[in-house]
């Protein structure tokens, strides 16, 4: 039971048990939208294609629109044309279908594309080249046909002479199943296109009258999606299908239909609905987009379904195990605790307690049930009821029971965790403010029992030990404790305290925490980890310990399908049988908050997170994803002069690229992927000594000296998919005076000189020991001139300030240059925090200068506890004011930095608070270091205009 310490658990795709739909809860598909402030073209995308490298394409009301997973980029037609359709042809090519136009889009050798029209190719000419809106482009084996208003065109495959046939003017759209184009006719009915003739299919009549959204191939015929429900096509004719999903579908305008790789059918409509139904036809989802009809379906090459709207983009993980609960659902407040529990999830919020249960009819809606006015924490299902902690008390939920009992009340605080006993299942343990609240099962139901003080523990963590009644408990103010407790009665009959003595040192900044992994009690305080031997702590220095960032807030989970080490931004995964640990990214890196994890007796795992529910379905299969592809998208180089010349993205392993002496490289890396969040990083051997931080996809190198490098490249999803990495080998060439031939003749040239002095010496050697004595006196002054004149640099040069003991402002001018041009070279964040001690001078004039000296150093000494020396550089700026730096940091976590010391001043002994001004940013050629000082003075003044003991953030600097 960690009550305090955010919990984080995620499953793989490992087999658990089934259930049918109406037996959970379905959630909202993890997703990304894409409107206009992103493709910078006007809302309304009228169709989809993806290409064999993974880039997506939509047809827009301004062009085409390509995506690469990071950029997008619009391709326009002639005459400004909409892209009222596209394909992605047999040669990987892009087919376009505009107004009076078709054409394809190709390379244009500067890493775009251009339009190619081909209406000459199709030998159009005169009044055949008005051929109105292309609705629809089509790819075969044997071509690629062109729908217009009135006009069936195909271009074949081999180059060879287009064939061109009219349309009758009630044929409305075609399809393409089983090798072939299906049409329907208006008044005639479903049609097969054969050798230029249209031909009606067996009970084709059935779809005379009614439109035809889309067709699915599957193995006892086609599913036709129809604005009357769903029928089936075989070779006896056309029949309807019963069932809700067939009842779901009558009377919608569906409009998109697309099958999916696990058998499963998409239906999007005009009334901006998503239906998904399984293989057999069940409705799995019912998702509702907006006000915006549903236009075009696509699935690129990891999986994701892209829904083209009138209004947006959006690609969905779906199918997907992995699915959200949140306001979608109706769902108030943050969840601080979840269970499932007689057939619906119950939820514990910020909002009180609610409940969702399955339905069939579409997405369930959170029902708030009126048994507090504040907040609910807790939740418990334990022998059938369950146990409910809220602001006021306890509360229990019995079978059958419309409202809950009373366990327990309290004016002023309730129970804010529940924890089951693991060795007496009529046993569970509440934390109730600064009590153990003992709760006991009796004749079949729940009861309240003695309640034990915590004498003032402030709880991180609590496990029970190898009976029950023990518990461990560790505490965010001191050391961890060991209780031994009568559960009947509640008397406590030892407490043992673990600090330094029994080898577990305690950080008074964070205290201690408790987690239970593989049957032994683990501990941690600060950035150390610890394992208790059965006597006494000893340090941990094994996975899961050593993986993660913050130590002090690991927890593990054991479950049946792994071990699932977790903090609050980070998770680890170890599956059963196996000694290597892996990184997990259940939605992406953006998606965080981690607070708590349940898997629930409906088979599905939720996890409480800043967003709502995030929640693993095992019945829900992960689709087949395409490996990623790693490349180099250009390389540039430039001299000092400005000369640009483009150098080539790709190297043999026997020759590298050559590089010209004195020009430095702009290179940017390429992987095409949809899932949001990629990142790069880079280790160029022989001048990095360690890979770089992970950052985005550009890199700046430098003029480098004559030779050969390797620069190896890394890169990875934002949820943790990495292609096999790639190596750039470069050689830069030497200037015409460091080649071999050159160094030999100056080598000559030297030795020839050094000949020559040394016949001049020896001449001159009886008139130098006759001026010995003077150059002896000379050199002896000018010795005693030198030392002088180093011992003054020295002084100078004196890093140290001598009131408060840190660094003085010449430290800190030196160490500015020096991490300013290191992050330069390595793209990384530098920050600056100016610290301003409040009303310093009035203290002065009360107190008297030499109590002001003492207060002044006791406010350094607290600073230097708040900050890395080994990293970072913490120096008096002047007077009252410091400075401290911070390289590798972003300005968001440099700001939350400064809140950290600025309460820390606050909360001291010191009497006195500081103001902060931040400034960050990742250095560039334009930019002068001196500048980030000085945004972050502006940013300080800012600060003490707001009020003082206030944290300011320099406006211009950028956002992570």
């Known amino acids: 039971m960690r009550p305090l310490l955010p919990l984080l658990i995620v499953l793989t795709l490992l087999a658990c048990p089934a259930s049918s739909p109406a037996e959970t809860v379905p959630g909202t598909p993890l997703s990304n939208s894409y409107g206009s402030e992103q493709t910078r073209a006007k809302p309304g995308h009228l169709t989809l294609a993806t290409t064999p490298d993974g880039q997506l394409f939509a047809g827009n009301h301004d062009g085409v629109l390509r995506f690469n997973g990071i950029d997008w980029r619009l391709t326009a037609l002639p005459a400004r044309s909409a892209a009222h359709s596209i394909a992605t042809g047999n040669d990987g090519l892009v087919y376009v279908g505009g107004y009076d136009t078709f054409g394809r889009l190709a390379p244009d050798g500067e890493g775009g594309l251009a339009y190619e029209e081909l209406l000459d190719a199709a030998g159009l000419v005169g009044d055949q080249r008005h051929l109105g809106f292309v609705y629809q482009v089509m790819v075969a084996p044997g071509g690629v046909y062109f729908r217009s208003e009135n006009r069936l065109i195909l271009l074949p495959a081999d180059g060879g002479k287009a064939s061109s046939w009219p349309l009758p003017e009630a044929t409305r759209s075609f399809f393409q199943a089983k090798g072939g184009l299906l049409a329907r006719i208006q008044g005639q009915g ?8 249209f031909v009606l299919v067996p009970g084709g009549e059935a779809l005379a009258d009614v439109a035809l959204a889309g067709v699915v191939e599957r193995e006892d015929g086609l599913l036709l999606v129809s604005h009357d429900g769903l029928m089936l096509a075989d070779d006896n004719g056309i029949r309807k299908l019963d069932g809700a999903a067939s009842e779901m579908l009558s009377g919608m305008r569906s409009y998109a239909v697309r099958g999916l790789a696990d058998g499963s059918v998409v239906v999007g409509t005009l009334e901006g609905q998503l239906l998904r139904f399984d293989e057999q036809l069940r409705v799995r989802q019912k998702l509702d987009l907006g006000n915006y009809g549903v236009l075009a379906l696509d699935v690129d090459r990891e999986g994701g379904l892209w829904v083209a709207t009138e209004s947006e983009l959006r690609r969905l993980k779906l199918p997907s195990p992995w699915s959200h609960l949140g306001a979608s659902q109706g769902i108030a407040g943050n969840p601080n605790d979840f269970e499932w529990h007689d057939g619906a999830l119950w939820l514990a919020t910020s909002q009180g307690v609610q409940r969702l249960r399955p339905t069939e009819a579409g997405p369930p809606l959170a029902e708030r049930l009126p048994w507090t006015n504040y907040e609910a924490y807790a939740l418990l299902s334990a022998k059938g009821d369950l146990l409910v902690g809220v602001r006021e008390g306890l509360l229990v939920v019995e079978p059958g029971s419309q409202e809950p009992r ?44 003695p309640l034990v003080s915590l004498d003032g523990i402030s709880v991180y963590g609590v496990e029970e030990g190898e009976r029950a009644g023990e518990l461990w408990f560790g505490d965010t103010r001191g050391p961890l404790q060991r209780w031994s407790i009568d559960p009947q009665s509640g008397e406590v009959s030892s407490r043992q305290t673990y600090d330094d003595s029994q080898g577990l040192p305690v950080n008074p900044q964070f205290g201690t925490s408790v987690y239970r992994f593989d049957d032994a009690i683990h501990a941690a305080s600060g950035d150390a980890s610890f394992r208790f031997d059965g006597q006494r702590f000893v340090a941990d ?33 170890r599956p059963p049988g196996q000694d290597e640990w892996r990184p997990l990214y ?27 529910l995030l929640q693993f379905n095992p019945e829900e299969s992960m689709p087949d994803t395409a490996p990623l592809q790693l490349g180099m998208e250009s ?12 150098m080539p993205t790709r190297t043999d392993s026997t020759e590298p690229v050559r590089l010209p002496p004195g020009y430095s490289l702009t290179l940017r890396f390429a992987m095409v992927s949809m899932e949001s969040g990629a990142e790069f990083r880079y280790l160029l051997h022989g001048v990095t000594p360690e890979w770089s931080e992970w950052a985005d996809r550009d890199l700046f190198i430098r003029a480098l000296p004559a030779g050969d490098y390797a620069l190896e490249v890394q890169a990875r999803t934002g949820t943790g998919r990495q292609p096999a990495g790639m190596t750039y080998r470069f050689r830069v060439l030497p200037y015409w005076y460091e080649t071999w031939w050159v160094q030999a003749l100056l080598g000559l040239a030297l030795l020839g000189a050094g000949l020559a002095v040394a016949m001049w010496l020896v001449r001159l050697r009886t008139e130098r020991f006759m001026q010995a004595n003077r150059r002896l006196e000379a050199r002896i002054a000018e ?20 009131l408060t ?57 607290r600073l230097a506890q708040q900050h890395d020396p080994q990293r970072e550089l913490l120096s008096r700026y002047g007077g009252e004011e410091f400075a401290l730096l911070l390289p590798g940091v972003h300005v968001q976590e440099a700001s939350r930095r400064a809140e950290v010391i600025r309460a820390a001043i606050a909360a001291s002994d010191a009497g006195m608070t500081v103001s902060i001004g931040v400034a960050g ?37 950028p956002a992570g």
């Not at 529940?418 to 004749?443: F, I, K």
């Not at 390389?635 to 483009?646: C, F, K, P, Q, S």
């Not at 010795?783 to 001598?802: F, I, P, S, V």
């Not at 990742?922 to 003082?948: H, I, T």
Request: glycine share 10%; proline share 5%; charged share 30%.
């Open 190 to 197: 479903l049609v097969r296109f054969e050798d230029g003739e």
């Open 406 to 449: 009373r366990l327990y009340e309290h004016p002023h605080h309730g129970v804010f965790a529940l924890m089951p006993s693991r060795h007496d299942e009529s046993l569970a343990y509440g934390l109730a403010g600064p009590d153990l609240l003992l709760l006991h099962r009796r004749q079949g139901k729940w009861q309240a029992g």
């Open 541 to 573: 220095k094994a996975p899961p310990a050593t993986l993660v960032d913050r130590p002090h807030e690991l927890s593990v989970e054991q479950t049946p399908l792994g071990d699932y080490a977790y903090t609050t931004r980070e998770l680890w995964h």
């Open 586 to 612: 259940p939605g992406g890196r953006g998606l965080a908050g981690y607070s708590y994890v349940r898997y629930g007796q409906d088979g599905v795992l939720r996890i409480a997170t800043w967003t709502g």
């Open 635 to 646: 390389v540039l180089a430039r001299n000092e002069a400005g000369e640009t010349r483009v």
């Open 783 to 802: 010795r005693t001139h030198e030392l002088e004149d180093a011992n003054r640099k020295l002084a100078e040069l004196a890093t140290e300030d001598a």
């Open 805 to 861: 003991g840190v660094a003085n402002r010449r430290a800190l001018e030196n160490g500015l240059r020096r991490e300013w041009f290191r992050c330069l070279d390595q793209r990384r964040p530098l920050s600056v925090l100016m610290i301003d001690v409040d009303h310093f001078k009035a203290y002065n004039d009360a107190h008297g200068h030499l109590e002001g000296d003492v207060q002044l150093r006791g406010i350094a000494q």
């Open 921 to 957: 940013m990742v250095p560039d050629v334009q930019s002068e270091p001196d500048g980030l000082l000085r945004r972050a003075d502006a940013a300080l003044y800012e600060a003490k205009r707001a009020g003082r003991n206030k944290v300011a953030t320099d406006a211009g600097s």
